[in-house]
């Protein structure tokens, strides 16, 4: 019998040929399962969304479309996403699995009346506040660049805040000055 022969039985012809299959539909349903994942996140990350929960079209949408994010003399409208999810992959995740904390509050209707919602809103926007503080108003700096600013155009205060140096020095961050922008304050 020749050495050919001995190494291609009829077993070993097919767990040499079951390997590169095995290997092609892993990646495959690999692929299939990182689009569904992607899918998901982007379906999620919509204004639409975010307003299938009564309890923010009866809140805070309210306020949301009285401020300049959703109406100004630009036309630029900065959606809920745009604040409050962050765009890296990375971070988007992160956010999206913290996400899952609020689902269960709406399952347990602890913000399902305005009342309630009134009730907790402190606690909430003081965890948005220092989620962005933590990361630099990096949702913020999607929009806004302060390399982008025309400081001439600010008023003398405005202009004082945004001093590059001034910013540096202090460590302040968007959210320090502009709690309040999209949103009444608590």
Excluded at 132 to 152: G, I, Q, T, V, Y
Aim: glycine fraction near 4%; aromatic fraction near 10%.
């Amino acid at each position: 019998m020749k050495i050919w022969d001995k190494l291609w039985t009829p077993s070993k012809k097919w767990w040499s040929f079951g390997i590169p299959l095995g290997g092609f539909l892993a990646a495959i349903l690999g692929l299939l399962a990182w689009g569904a994942f992607n899918w998901s996140l982007e379906l999620t990350n919509t204004e639409q969304f975010c307003l299938s929960c009564h309890e923010m079209s009866q809140t805070v949408y309210q306020e949301y479309q009285q401020s300049i994010h959703y109406r100004n003399s630009a036309g630029v409208k900065a959606s809920c996403p745009d604040c409050h999810v962050p765009r890296p992959w990375v971070h988007k995740t992160i956010r999206k699995i913290k996400a899952t904390n609020e689902l269960w509050h709406k399952i347990r209707g602890t913000i399902n009346t305005p009342e309630k919602f009134a009730m907790h809103r402190e606690a909430m926007a003081e965890r948005v506040w220092a989620e962005m503080k933590a990361n630099n108003s990096r949702e913020c700096r999607n929009c806004h660049a302060f390399s982008a600013m025309d400081l001439a155009a600010q008023s003398k205060r405005a202009q004082k805040k945004h001093d590059p140096v001034r910013i540096a020095e202090t460590k302040e961050t968007c959210i320090d000055c502009h709690k309040g922008t999209a949103h009444n304050l608590p």
